[in-house]
């Protein structure tokens, strides 16, 4: 399966910052890319679809000039959250899609915010 | 709402026996199913689905289940051994809905004593 390489696994940033995820595809080319959030206690739901050499497509209720989303290449995409605020606190994890519907996923980002 | 349910958050099991985690969904143009299997600090792996189209799914220990009519799915490892201990993710997925948006549950965590 495919192999999805994310970091920094561990964020700890202060209230206004901006902190960079990056997704990486380590064996396969990835012209979409997903990127989901899990609350503590609460289901991983989907932010948004990054696709490559276009703009990201959002799910409601996501801000888009706040989680800014690039994918410059077939290989990387990256999340920035921006102006971070404790309520951002989450872990974020991307995923680039298989066949059959199966995601790969990252390892995972946990984001605190202080 | 939650369209996947996830109704216990977490299952003891002795090794050997029986694990059953269980899912229930609302949303019945869900025509897709997958369980995923989560370590702490790694992200969620792939692990079993099911076709609406079937009622089970059988891998090596892991079954899966499907009752259309009751809108139920349930995941079956047997026997079970400690390295099964981990989080369990129901998810499920609408062929007609936007990609990679699979729903998925909140989990189960299954403890698997020696």
């Known amino acids: 399966g495919a192999v999805v390489s994310q970091h920094p696994s561990w964020v700890i940033c202060k209230s206004g910052t901006s902190v960079k995820i990056e997704c990486r595809s380590l064996?396969?080319?990835?012209?979409?890319m997903f990127w989901y959030r899990q609350f503590p206690k609460q289901s991983l739901m989907l932010m948004a679809t990054?696709?490559?050499?276009?703009?990201?497509?959002?799910e409601q209720g996501v801000e888009k000039d706040k989680f800014l989303i690039n994918h410059a290449s077939l290989t990387l995409s990256t999340l920035t959250v921006t102006s971070a605020h404790p309520e951002d606190s989450s872990f974020y994890i991307c995923?680039?899609?298989?066949?059959?519907?199966?995601?790969?996923f990252g390892s995972g980002t946990q984001l605190s915010v202080l | 709402d939650q369209q996947v349910k996830q109704n216990s958050p977490s299952l003891s099991v002795q090794e050997g026996r029986i694990s059953i985690l269980n899912c229930d969904y609302t949303n019945s143009m869900f025509d897709y199913f997958l369980w995923y299997k989560k370590y702490p600090a790694e992200g969620p792996t792939f692990l079993i689905s099911i076709s609406s189209i079937k009622d089970k799914n059988e891998d090596g220990r892991f079954t899966v289940f499907l009752n259309k009519s009751a809108k139920h799915l349930s995941l079956h490892i047997v026997p079970s051994q400690p390295g099964d201990s981990a989080v369990y993710f129901c998810a499920a997925v609408n062929y007609g809905g936007s990609q990679g948006n699979l729903i998925f549950g909140k989990g189960t965590k299954l403890s698997v004593k020696p």
């Open positions: 064996d396969f080319q990835a012209t979409t």
């Open positions: 990054s696709n490559e050499g276009s703009k990201a497509t959002y």
């Open positions: 995923s680039t899609k298989g066949r059959d519907e199966k995601l790969f």
